[in-house]
């Protein structure tokens, strides 16, 4: 199993970036998927959730109508749309089955908002 996360960056407050997850090495199609987020001096935490084929959708209360995520299941890739960012958002982002497989966390992609 493995997942690389890429499409982080450094970005003004009020920007976008759309972040992007490559898995591998399970039937991906048939899994939940989540983005995580670790904050500096925090814990990882669950952003997003999204089920197997789509939907529903489940998102943390801090970015709820802020962020975006989808999944294209032919090409095993998950996607989080990210708008109206804000310093706090700032954290490493990671990707992962909805249920995490501890021992698979990728190396995240850094997103850091700040002016």
């Known amino acids: 199993v493995q997942f690389v996360e890429s499409g ?29 987020r670790q904050c500096p001096g925090k814990e990882r935490e669950v952003v997003a ?5 789509g939907g529903p959708t489940h998102y943390a209360d ?24 804000k ?4 954290a490493v982002y990671y990707c992962n089955s909805g249920d995490p497989w501890e021992d698979s966390w990728g190396q995240g992609t850094q997103v850091t908002v700040s002016s």
């Open 8 to 36: 982080g960056g450094l970005v003004q407050p009020g920007g976008s970036l759309r972040l992007s997850c490559a898995a591998s090495g399970f039937p991906f199609s048939s899994y939940a998927m989540s983005w995580f």
């Open 49 to 53: 959730r999204i089920n197997w084929y």
């Open 62 to 85: 801090s970015v709820k109508g802020r962020f975006t995520i989808s999944r294209d299941n032919r090409n095993n890739t998950m996607y989080l749309q990210m708008n109206s960012l």
């Open 87 to 90: 310093p706090e958002d700032t």
